[in-house]
């Protein structure tokens, strides 16, 4: 067995990190060896990730993770997740054609009507079991498809398996990542050819799947040189898919868990067996994501911390006076009267970048509630309505898979924000359990480790490890009782 350590590569809409992460005496030992912005770039009006900038911060963490590791042989082995949906196109020589396209932007508008004529939303949904989002990378394929750069492209590489492909050469579509694009079939885990024929996709694009656990390949000898790193250090697939990831560091007991992954996005819902794919479900815009171990997450994707980014970024360049510290703007929004008004955090009206203060006004005015005054009521009406859709997605994840539910984990950036875990645990009237932040992290390392052999057993052995090596918080549920969530949730009813 190889002890590690391993290094975790995770890359988040905002930011990216590099952690690293060992096994010793039945805990999991971490250590942050870089970190670095993730800013996207508008092109002629088209919105795009700077996907050469990014691998240059992956490099530079590895350069750190072989510095910090040098007395213990450098790392045992690297894993990389990043978020869903997004691709790079390569041509016939392994050339990344253009930056790949943010899954913010604008071009997906009015493609799920385009798909909608070829292959009903219905039908869409038995094959592959996925929430109706414009992001999803089917409906990118739809808007994207006619353009020189498709028809050159030999190969399409999901993010964490580009970044992967550049370090190592190989190229391979690691599964729980091929769930975010809506063109695998969740009962078999392989590519749905009748999805796929609906955007004129031909699946052969993608390498073969791999699953989280299998090995990677090994970084190539110039990475090496650049990085200071000495060889051979294999890379292993790893929940690529950050969500993927996050689930198996949730450090749950049991299976009567909820978990609400936080970050950019809110992830709230149960993990399975094995999907659910009823008319219900669909109706309720449920997502069958798989995980790793041939679990299935069931969950909704709700706005999340970006509407309150959106707001810190508008407030912050008008210099606005009180939003400089989000400390003390999460102390005044806690001290502000709570429920006064809030929006549908589900909805895909907050997608877009820009205007968001004034575009969460416009909503409270528009369901005839009161308009937040002030900063310190604006972020209030963001985390009231936060933990609301939390409260109403558990409870439909709940009846829709007769899943029981006793404790919420919030893991991910959101559980440092004492005020969200509170309003979570009384919209949802049980407790939340809340940490790590870096689930993610936990999550990419965990994989690695038992790959190596450095640590044994499945996903609750796993977790166990990581309620022992970085305890949670809890917060029970108090406030006024869910019933004032209810009435609050009767003002968004249509
Ligand atoms: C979270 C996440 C979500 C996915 C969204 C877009 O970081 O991966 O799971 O729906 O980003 O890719």
Known sequence: ARTGPFAAVDLGASSGRVLLGRP??????????????????????????????????????????AALTRGEGGPASVGIDTWGVDFGLLDGDGALLGNPVHYRDTRTEGMADEVEKVLPARELYR??????????????????????????????????????????GVAGTETTIASTTQFLDPRTRRWSPRAAAAVGLDTGLFPPLRDAGDPAGALLPEVLAETGLDGPVPVTAVGAHDTASAVVGVPAEGDRFAYISTGTWSLAGVELPSPV??????????????GVDGTVRYLRNIMGLWLLQECLREWRADEVPGTEDLTGLLEAAARAPGLRSVVDAGSPAF?????????????????????????????????DSL??????????????????????????????????????????GRPVVAGPVEATACGNLLVQARSAGAVRGGLGELRALVRTSLPPLRYPPGGEGTTAWERAAARLAP
């Not at 009846?399 to 893991?411: D, F, Y």
Request: net charge neutral.
């Open 277 to 290: 794919l009823t008319e219900e479900s669909r109706l309720a815009n449920f997502a069958n994501e798989l």
């Open 351 to 383: 997608l877009a970048p820009g205007g968001m203060p004034e575009r969460i006004a416009d909503a409270c005015r528009s369901t005839g509630q009161p308009v937040p005054r002030d900063p310190a009521e604006t972020t209030r009406c963001v985390l």
């Open 387 to 428: 933990a609301l859709a939390h409260r109403q997605v558990i409870a439909q994840a709940e009846r829709l898979s007769g899943r029981e539910v006793e404790t919420v984990h919030i893991v991910g950036g959101g559980a440092r924000n004492a005020l969200l875990c509170r309003l979570t645990a009384d919209a949802c």
């Open 24 to 65: 010793v005496d039945g805990r999991l030992v971490l250590r942050e060896a870089h970190r670095f912005d993730n800013r996207p770039v508008r092109v002629h009006g088209t919105l795009h990730w700077d996907a050469l900038g990014l691998y240059r911060g992956v490099l530079d963490g590895l350069r750190a993770a």
């Open 127 to 168: 094959l592959t079991g996925l929430q109706q989002l414009p992001i999803n990378t089917l409906y990118q394929v739809a808007a994207a498809r006619h353009t020189e750069g498709f028809a050159a492209a030999r190969q399409m590489l999901l993010m964490p398996d580009l970044l992967s492909y550049w370090l190592t």
